[in-house]
């Protein structure tokens, strides 16, 4: 198999550094029908999308192939959003390309009794790729400085120091060999009433549904304020946010699958070598 181009040519820019959250961007700012650093088209997309799935697999398979032999390290997907932004069209056509055997998939919506119980971070500890595997958050430990503060589910006082407290738990993680890749997706209010409506006109839809998108939706203004906290305070250089454009789908996947690319190599992975006599094996196995 030939390896496709590690940095397509379609990419004028590459998505990591140019969607990596700097300081001073803001989030009313943010175009959500941009689609920063692509020079190609959406109908180069499909093609595009196929080639780069194949080597994102490929680099999976790297990471678990040498988990096998005592590599302990593992890379965690964050994926933030409002409603329809296309986190679970990231699960699918992004990490569904790899192997299921080496994704650990979590989501995170409203925390049952038990959860309630524990520290927040309590069920993200639980969740935790293991060693050699991907692992992704549809929803995460964020959310309870996103709807927690947005709906004063806690009082300041309490959702205030958390920023503080996920930045030393993602040092801890990243420490002990987690990769992170957080991307922020940015839906525009528009085009989130245009998907919002089309999940009520469609039958096969209507499960995606939840009238309390409604009602966060309206909530807008504070959301953006509480994102804006989420990006200042928690990219960090171990752990930097990414924010995606997603009205245009074919790019927000293209983008992301790019930044999944980019953190297995940093990784400098080889394939891990025989615990075992490759020629000797040839000669025992010829003769059994
Ligand atoms: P969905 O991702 O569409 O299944 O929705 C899950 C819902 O659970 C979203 O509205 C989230 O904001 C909500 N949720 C997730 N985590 C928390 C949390 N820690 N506290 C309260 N609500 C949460
Ligand atoms: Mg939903």
Redesign the pocket.
């Known amino acids: 198999m030939s390896e496709p181009l590690d940095f397509p040519s379609l990419w004028s820019h590459e998505p990591h550094s140019l969607l990596m959250f700097g300081p001073g961007d803001r989030v009313a700012d943010i175009d959500a029908n941009a689609t920063p650093g692509f020079s190609g088209t959406k109908s180069d997309a499909p093609t595009l999308q196929e080639e780069r799935n194949v080597r994102f697999a490929e680099l999976q398979e790297m990471l678990y192939a040498n988990s096998r032999s005592g590599d302990t390290r593992s890379v965690l997907l964050v994926l933030q959003g409002m409603?329809t932004a296309g986190?679970g069209g990231i699960v699918k056509h992004v990490v569904g390309g790899c192997n299921p055997q080496g994704v650990q998939y979590r989501?995170?919506?409203?925390?049952t009794a038990e959860?309630l119980s524990h520290h927040?971070l309590w069920r993200i500890r639980n969740a935790l790729p293991t060693a050699g595997h991907i692992g992704v958050f549809?929803?995460s430990?964020y959310?309870?400085v996103?709807?927690?503060r947005v709906?004063n589910?806690v009082p300041p006082e309490v959702w205030e120091p958390r920023y503080d407290e996920i930045n030393a738990f993602e040092r801890e993680l990243v420490d002990s060999g987690t990769a992170l890749v957080k991307v922020a997706m940015f839906v525009s209010l528009t085009e989130q009433k245009k998907r919002l409506a089309e999940r009520l006109e469609r039958p096969d839809k209507y499960w995606?549904y939840?009238p309390?998108?409604i009602d966060?939706r309206l909530k807008w203004p504070a959301y953006e304020e509480a994102y804006q906290a989420m990006l200042e305070r928690t990219s960090t250089e171990y752990a930097p946010w990414h924010v995606v454009p997603c009205n245009k789908k074919w790019y927000s996947r293209l983008a992301i699958t790019e930044l999944m690319i980019e953190a297995l190599k940093r990784l400098n992975m080889s394939w891990p070598p025989p615990d075992f006599d490759v020629a000797a094996e040839k000669k025992r196995l010829a003769k059994a």
């Not at 989501?107 to 925390?111: D, H, I, L, V």
Request: aromatic fraction near 8%.
């Open positions: 409603d986190k989501s995170f919506g409203k925390p959860e927040y549809d929803r430990h959310e309870d996103l709807i927690v709906h589910l995606k939840n309390a998108d966060e």
